[in-house]
């Protein structure tokens, strides 16, 4: 299939946090997603894009951070997002909300969006899932009603990000799958929408 017509799925890290093993699970997701071959996929890192915090929105300044420009430009060109996000005090991130708010709105609409949440305890970050669920709403998206909540993520990885939990690679394939149904689904409605109706 060439890659223009195969949709495309934006992996989003959202910490910035030194040594983050959030990482890790990145870099495990966007290795299945490159091996399939009905994507197309992305990553962008909240670490390589330094955001102020923000105080203005894209639209109210004539000289916005560089790294807000392109985190909006690149989601606004995807089919489909997956953020990977750890649980920090019960929530997620707050370098993750502060790129949320520089976005305009309805920047998300009718798009998919798979959620991978990580911790350090025994609950794979759930409390973090439960409120990005409600942000991914409010900004118009379409959370997958599927979760892939990584818990002891200190067992599941080694420091060098090997993986040593062969349960979390099981569990990766079927979640992915859901994510690309629900992408290529929602690509094929949005290109329905305005088309006449056969008689």
């Given amino acids: ?16 946090r030194v ?9 495990l997701l966007q290795a299945e997603m490159e091996g399939r071959s009905g994507i197309v996929s992305g990553r962008i890192d909240l670490a390589e894009l330094d955001l102020p915090v923000m105080r203005h929105r894209l ?25 990977v996000a750890p649980e920090y005090k019960n929530g997620y991130p707050g370098s993750l909300k502060n790129a ?4 305009p709105a309805g920047i998300l609409r009718r798009k998919p969006i798979g959620i991978v949440t990580v911790s350090s305890g025994g609950f794979g970050g759930l409390n973090c899932l439960a409120q990005l669920r409600l942000v991914c ?6 959370p997958i009603p599927a979760a892939f909540p990584v818990s002891r993520v200190e067992d599941a990885f080694d420091r060098e990000g ?27 409605q949005r290109g329905m929408e305005g088309k006449p109706a056969s008689s």
């Fill in 162 to 188: 090997g993986l040593r939990d062969s349960k979390l690679a099981g569990r990766l394939g079927p979640f992915l799958d859901e994510l690309v149904w629900y992408t290529q689904a929602l690509v094929r």
């Fill in 59 to 83: 639209g109210d300044t004539a000289s916005p951070p560089s790294g807000a420009t392109e985190l909006c430009s690149m989601l606004s060109r995807a089919d489909g997002l997956l953020i």
């Fill in 1 to 16: 299939m060439p890659e223009e017509s195969r949709p495309s799925i934006l992996l989003l890290i959202g910490t910035t």
């Fill in 100 to 103: 949320f708010d520089y976005l």
């Fill in 19 to 27: 040594g983050r093993r959030s990482a890790h699970v990145a870099r």
């Fill in 137 to 142: 709403l409010a900004m118009e998206g379409v």
